[in-house]
């Protein structure tokens, strides 16, 4: 195991790719494997920026990135994508992190695309690309983009495990309601108009709305932790034309160091760390106690009570906790 | 209990209140009664409107509660306030659900005050209170309050048990961006500023602003449960003259009919009782798995190492779940 995390360290692309292969295995030997590799790994760890891109299809999420990360790879860094979609598992994994669709990035070797765990719940694939995140960070590539799509709570998971969570917004964003799901834009620490060559004035009326919006509905303290005053920004993209990336990346560098000064880039990935934890422990419970033989039945039962108002929510969570078994601590 | 329940049937408030203290109880003969007492009575609940509010201090909530509630009363109907207020823990529950506040709701005999339960965590009060508007319903009420102020998750628990969750704005909510968490506007089906009389212009302005900044940040479907094209409205209310409050009533009846035509009304029920009973489930999970004797010393160490970055977050969880000793099912 050593050896591969040695090759890994080196910045190996293919000791990288077998890492995560072994990360993303179900195998239980495979799992100890991962976890003896992973905690290897940790002090090379923590060194990059790590940055969450969302946006509905069509915004223009692969133009984007490729344009983002060539601007990146020109500038000396190195910069892997990592995806988040659980709906991958019907698509087998090919609409996002597809390296055909970001080809001058994926031929660079200096870039690193790995397209989304092809199966699992949410939960699963979040912590598997956590996971690979790290790798990464060990494999020495200094900007880890974790893109996803709008699909369920992706962008909650992609946001709680990123320094950064930009949102890309098409220019017509305030006659195009439906496609922003409540919550998601106030996730946002950076919101990026793409496409603003289309319609340069559409651009500039939604960057003062949705600007005007932010401040109006509150600036407390998010999810991840961020401090209460830290400023959302709004700002215009062409993606296509690479014409704004360059303010963009200075807008990421000037929110990256008012907070490592404040203190709450550190804080705000502790919280991620500690909050992951539980997340797990949490869904491994639950595993465990809806796995526990008999569960079923008695779940099945209790969620049709329940539904049809003839036992209390809580009667019934209280009747299932005394079904489930503890052994005695050993 | 039959002899409970009868009587809490008929309406009698001492019979509602004492209800009440025995589902406060933490003794487990007394909560197993409380279970039984519930299940007798759940034929008889389901029958209020079940309406959360909340607002920041000096919002004017009692004013607007106390207007809000008499306005009920002479239209017939009976009106129970409960309170969700994890804070009252240090205060006593001096600050919510205080008779003195709501002089002539609380002398009323067609009303019901009961103050927040004054000890538990979030989770612990906000089960009380849900079971509480149960017991408030079966006793004839049918329009059940339950209020909050911004403390922690206090909004979400409460929308989470509502049908509807009406948020108390300022009229100078432009200005005051640091009253409004984020997300908290959001969660609201109805805003309705207060205090209009104060600055009618500033109140016609904030109504327009926020009018327009729900439009823009999306209209997807809530953790509620709402159907996608639920409308947020803004209104403007003087409690104090008791002004607006008519209009405020056509609204939340129109937004009621709507739901219960498309079923949606309905639907937010059924998931706001499926998902109190994982909430309880995943609670009781937790305590058991941190209450198991040695569990605080290995997750004070599993918290230290994730912290400092030693060990992954994931691979933390695995070690602590391994440690969990479950019993085989008799």
């Not at 699909?151 to 098409?170: C, F, H, I, K, P």
């Not at 998601?184 to 709305?209: F, H, S």
């Not at 997340?279 to 008999?294: D, H, N, S, T």
């Not at 079923?296 to 209390?312: D, F, K, M, Q, W």
Request: one cysteine or more.
């Amino acid at each position: 195991m050593s050896e591969l995390a040695q090759r890994l360290k080196t910045g190996e692309r293919r000791a990288l790719a077998k890492a995560i292969t072994l990360i993303e295995s179900t195998r239980a030997d495979h799992r100890e494997q991962a976890d003896a590799l992973l905690t290897e790994l940790m002090p090379a760890t923590g060194r990059a920026l790590r940055l969450g891109i969302s946006g509905v299809p069509g915004v223009g999420k692969s133009t984007f990135i490729e344009a983002f990360g060539c601007f990146l790879l020109e500038r000396g860094h190195r910069v892997a994508v990592l995806a988040v979609d659980p709906s991958s598992t019907l698509s087998g994994g090919a609409i996002l992190g597809d390296k055909t669709r970001m080809e001058k990035l994926s031929m660079d070797e200096r870039a690193f695309i790995r397209p989304s765990p092809s199966s699992g719940t949410l939960g699963g694939v979040a912590e598997k690309t956590r996971e690979a995140l790290l790798l990464c960070e060990a494999a020495g590539y200094d900007v880890v983009i974790v893109e996803t799509v709008g699909v369920g709570q992706s962008e909650t998971a992609v946001a709680g495990m990123t320094d950064l969570y930009l949102l890309l917004q098409l220019p017509n964003a305030g006659d195009d309601l439906q496609a922003i799901k409540k919550g998601v834009m106030e996730l946002a620490d950076l919101i990026v108009i793409n496409k603003a060559d289309l319609d340069p004035a559409a651009a500039t009326r939604a960057q003062a709305q949705i600007t005007s919006a932010l401040r109006l509905l509150g600036s407390g303290r998010t999810p991840q932790g961020d401090h209460p005053n830290a400023l959302q920004r709004v700002l215009q993209v062409s993606a296509l034309k690479a014409d704004g990336i360059a303010p963009l990346w200075e807008a990421i560098a000037a929110q990256r160091d008012s907070r490592v000064a404040s203190g709450a880039w550190a804080a705000r990935r502790r919280e991620q760390s500690l909050a992951w934890m539980w997340e797990r422990i949490q869904a491994g419970l639950r595993q465990a106690f809806v796995g526990q033989p008999g569960m079923a039945a008695r779940l099945e039962a209790a969620t049709a009570a329940v539904r049809e108002g003839r036992t209390p929510a809580s009667t019934a969570a209280r009747q299932l906790l005394a079904a489930f078994k503890l052994r005695s601590p050993s």
